[in-house]
């Protein structure tokens, strides 16, 4: 079909939230292409043609109309946006539907209400709607095989098929009670101190991260332990070793820093990327933790090493540049290290670690939600159940915590804390899901109580900002962890079968959307269960089609 379109709707521009606390870098950008009707011949510039089976998402925005985003499964191919100025993008999408159906949960959140209450997220709402829709080119397994794949990967798990179409028993797992854990105080300067050895080594790190975990450090050490828990300084380096690779790094990164700084303005002229990253810097960082002695006031020098610093990682890294929320993450460790050079590569350690959150198809959030969900589901079944019944199972309210690690949920200094306990990596990879489902676990009574809905739930969470408790947060973390690696999966197993075994990955069966890489660390005196090695010719890395997601996010009944 052939669409008209007007000249002046050729290029989308860039949209900016209208929240001004909060906003994403829209990557939504059309180039001029010449558009072939399918047999070879050229059309004018102001129709296009589409087959409807090439469609793999629609993405709706609102701002002020609606237009719609097509995405084809070819991803080489960019479609122009289509607005609907006078109305008519439901029945559109309507009629669309008859010829190419969609999910039911696409449906579900056409009006996509988690942007609409958050922001103008344009990654978030593309995101949306690729996670809801999956990947349609694999081939779709029916749930049989799905079931008997779920059955060998988690031992002791049984599902039921009933007669009931589209709904699945899963026999619970008994995860026990939950062990009572303690903190302690922090690691002081002469603690810090024991761990050396004469050349400056450090040494016993095991029992060091132990500790670093169990009450975090006095700030007198920060400067110093972050570049080891980020990776800048290795723990095996001596003094010696040290002061070399400042030296080496120092020059690195004032090289980077004076290609920005020698563009000049004729320069930058013709170059959008980079004077869109300068505006965008300039913007973020005139609002970054103002209320902070450190970043206080007009003129202040903490703004200006803020500013370049990230400005310099747009040419460390140009391809990624600077997206919204990375200001979030280096003003901690601006703070900390009081230092340009060591507080820049601080930065790179943690944003190699962050770097999926902020990519163009946000990877790293997809799996971190699926993954929160089904750990939750795994925890709180009951809770869970409540949320998905108020169209809040896919915890969208939790994105901003997962993207910028709670940077904005907790206090300044308890920021500090929460972050240098996760870069221990201890008691597993992804502590900081067990951080949200701690949170969640602290909240479920009063949302379930009140009977809060979609909204509620979202203005309750975010209300949370400022009011937690770090202390307490950390502590029922570690006690769900050691809930989960302490659990019998199976109790008539010749072997003890424990969670911390499910170190699982999408290279080896698509039917999993949960447990991937979560508990790292298996029980000591537990020996691995002896799998079988598909040849590597056969492991695939794939991503988890539609039907899969389907098969776990619809609402279906269990028993304990």
């Given at each position: 079909q052939c669409l008209e379109r007007s000249q002046s709707q050729q290029l989308l521009e860039s949209q900016h939230s209208y929240e001004t606390e909060w906003d994403m870098v829209n990557a939504v950008t059309f180039r001029k292409k010449t558009c072939n009707n399918g047999?070879?011949?050229?059309?004018?510039?102001?129709?296009?043609?589409?087959?409807?089976?090439?469609?793999?998402?629609?993405?709706?925005?609102e701002e002020g109309w609606t237009f719609l985003l097509l995405q084809l499964k070819d991803a080489s191919v960019s479609l122009p946006p289509l607005h609907f100025h006078q109305g008519g993008s439901r029945e559109f999408l309507d009629n669309l539907r008859r010829f190419n159906p969609l999910p039911r949960s696409v449906q579900k959140f056409k009006r996509d209400p988690y942007v609409t209450t958050l922001g103008g997220f344009s990654k978030v709402t593309n995101y949306i709607f690729d996670v809801l829709r999956g990947s349609e080119e694999q081939q779709q397994r029916p749930p049989e095989e799905v079931a008997d794949?779920?059955?060998?990967?988690?031992?002791?798990?049984?599902?039921?098929?009933?007669?009931e179409p589209g709904f699945e028993v899963i026999t619970r797992i008994d995860l026990g009670s939950r062990p009572q854990v303690s903190r302690q105080?922090?690691?002081?300067?002469?603690?810090?101190?024991?761990?050396?050895?004469?050349?400056?080594?450090?040494?016993?790190?095991?029992?060091?991260?132990?500790?670093?975990?169990?009450?975090?450090?006095?700030?007198a050490v920060r400067k110093e332990a972050w570049k080891f828990l980020l990776g800048y300084f290795p723990w095996e380096s001596s003094l010696e070793d040290r002061k070399v690779l400042q030296r080496a790094?120092?020059?690195?990164?004032?090289?980077?820093?004076?290609?920005?700084?020698?563009?000049?303005?004729?320069?930058?002229?013709?170059?959008?990327?980079?004077?869109?990253?300068?505006?965008?810097?300039?913007?973020?960082?005139?609002?970054?933790?103002?209320?902070?002695?450190?970043?206080?006031?007009?003129?202040?020098?903490?703004?200006?090493?803020?500013?370049d610093i990230l400005m310099t990682y747009c040419m460390y890294d140009f391809d990624l540049g600077y997206v919204q929320g990375m200001s979030d993450l280096l003003s901690p460790i601006l703070f900390v290290m009081e230092n340009e050079v060591d507080a820049f590569w601080c930065f790179v350690a943690f944003m190699d670690q962050m770097h999926q959150n902020f990519e163009e198809q946000m990877q790293g959030m997809k799996l971190q939600l699926i993954h929160l969900s089904a750990l939750l589901r795994l925890l709180d079944l009951s809770f869970w159940n409540y949320l998905e019944?108020?169209?809040?199972g896919y915890l969208y309210f939790c994105f901003r915590w997962l993207l910028i690690r709670f940077k904005r949920e907790l206090?300044?200094?308890?920021?500090?804390?929460?972050?240098?306990?996760?870069?221990?990596g201890l008691p597993c990879q992804n502590f900081h899901l067990l951080v949200c489902c701690a949170i969640l676990d602290s909240?479920?009574?009063?949302?379930?109580?009140?009977?809060?809905?979609?909204?509620?739930?979202?203005?309750?969470?975010?209300?949370?900002?400022?009011?937690?408790?770090?202390?307490?947060?950390?502590?029922?973390?570690?006690g769900i962890c050691l809930q989960i690696q302490n659990c019998k999966v199976c109790s008539d197993s010749p072997l003890p079968v424990c969670l911390s075994h499910l170190y699982l990955s999408f290279c080896h069966t698509s039917a999993c959307l949960s447990y991937l890489h979560l508990f790292v660390t298996p029980l000591p005196a537990t020996p691995a269960p002896k799998t079988k090695t598909p040849p590597a010719e056969q492991v695939e890395q794939r991503e988890v089609d539609a039907e899969q997601r389907r098969y776990f996010q619809r609402k279906s009944k269990f028993n304990k």
């Open positions: 047999e070879g011949q050229s059309v004018s510039r102001s129709t296009f043609s589409v087959s409807i089976s090439d469609l793999r998402s629609i993405t709706v925005k794949l779920l059955g060998e990967v988690i031992p002791g798990l049984e599902i039921n098929h009933q007669e105080e922090p690691l002081t300067a002469e603690d810090w101190t024991k761990h050396q050895d004469g050349e400056g080594r450090m040494v016993e790190t095991s029992l060091l991260k132990q500790n670093i975990f169990k009450g975090g450090l006095c700030h790094k120092t020059d690195e990164y004032f090289r980077m820093k004076l290609q920005w700084k020698s563009v000049s303005e004729e320069q930058e002229r013709r170059n959008s990327r980079l004077r869109d990253y300068r505006s965008l810097i300039e913007k973020d960082v005139n609002r970054t933790d103002r209320t902070n002695r450190f970043y206080e006031g007009i003129d202040n020098p903490g703004l200006v090493l803020l500013h019944s108020q169209d809040s206090s300044f200094q308890d920021v500090l804390r929460l972050w240098e306990v996760m870069w221990t909240e479920k009574q009063k949302i379930m109580e009140e009977n809060y809905g979609f909204n509620e739930i979202l203005k309750h969470i975010n209300e949370l900002s400022m009011k937690l408790d770090i202390e307490e947060i950390l502590q029922k973390a570690e």
